[in-house]
């Protein structure tokens, strides 16, 4: 029996599923996997065993990274039929690092009704019991496949001020531990969550320098799927706050013998102040003469 009248649109339910431990399904999710006409699922057969567990039957439908942008017109057909359809990744909220952004985006975009119905996250999931600073994090997904580019996107990190969250999965898990360590040194602190929910849950705490041999030293440590979380970049003092009186009549001393470019160097090697730092500056103090 169909759950809509002709003259009515459906609409789109986003539907979070268990991460690992299929008690965390909710109530609404259950109802509303139960009511939906159809399921947009990233695979099928995986959805099918959460069905099968919850004693649903449904209509799946298979929309993954490789046909999402072909399934849009049809997901569209079936609103405007009036069906309410489901769309669940394999675990977790759909969208974060899975398929479902450009259907989202294209529905929204021609005025269909898009309902969000919560649940499990990995990334809400491991930052809750890391112990790294939750007011500020972003999530960065997973790192490119080759050491290339896993090592610029995380220079461009290098300074956030941020909790840094990354998926990662087994087979380059060590490889990126490896290209973090490269970045950020042995002493950045970090927390690493394995097989999040399920029967061997595990939490690494401590810094690069101890997790990437903890990771070699065990295989079954390389086992699963991981988040990796990395403590916010100490604040650095502004250099202009340290410029304190007697650093700037070093550098005007240093001034009134020699090019600015060669007085900032200089002082820079005395104060352990920034070359760069003690230029701007000088350029002030000849400006102020």
Not at 227 to 233: C, E, K, R, S, T
Request: proline share 3%; net charge neutral.
């Amino acid at each position: 029996m169909s759950n809509h009248t002709p003259d009515q649109q459906g609409t789109l339910y986003i539907v979070a599923t268990p991460i690992g431990n299929l008690a965390d399904i909710t109530q609404r999710a259950v109802e509303t996997l139960s009511f939906v006409d159809r399921i947009c699922a990233e695979d099928t057969r995986n959805t099918r065993k959460l069905l099968n567990h919850l004693g649903i039957k449904k209509t799946l439908v298979a929309l993954h990274d490789h046909n999402e942008t072909q399934k849009i017109d049809s997901v569209a057909y079936w609103l405007r039929e009036g069906e309410n359809i489901a769309l669940v990744s394999d675990a977790g909220t759909p969208l974060i690092s899975d398929p479902g952004y450009h259907l989202v985006k294209a529905l929204r975009e021609m005025d269909f009704q898009i309902v969000p119905i919560p649940g499990a996250s990995a990334i809400i999931t491991a930052l809750s019991a890391a112990g790294l600073a939750t007011n500020k994090f972003s999530f960065e997904g997973f790192l490119p496949a080759k050491e290339a580019g896993r090592k610029q996107a995380l220079l461009a990190n290098i300074d956030s001020q941020y909790t840094q969250i990354y998926y990662e999965s087994s087979h380059r898990v060590v490889h990126s531990v490896a290209t973090m360590l490269d970045v950020f040194g042995a002493d950045k602190k970090v927390v690493l969550a394995r097989e999040l929910t399920k029967l061997y849950e595990q939490f690494f705490h401590g810094t690069l320098g101890d997790l990437h041999p903890w990771l070699i030293d065990d295989k079954m440590h390389q086992k699963g799927e991981f988040v990796i979380m990395l403590a916010a970049a100490e604040i650095k003092k502004n250099e202009s706050d340290v410029m304190n009186s007697t650093v700037e009549q070093v550098l005007a001393a240093l001034i009134d013998e020699l090019p600015l470019k060669q007085a900032a160097k200089i002082a820079g090697k005395l104060t352990g102040i920034s070359k760069n730092a003690l230029y701007k500056q000088g350029l002030k103090l000849q400006k102020s003469q």
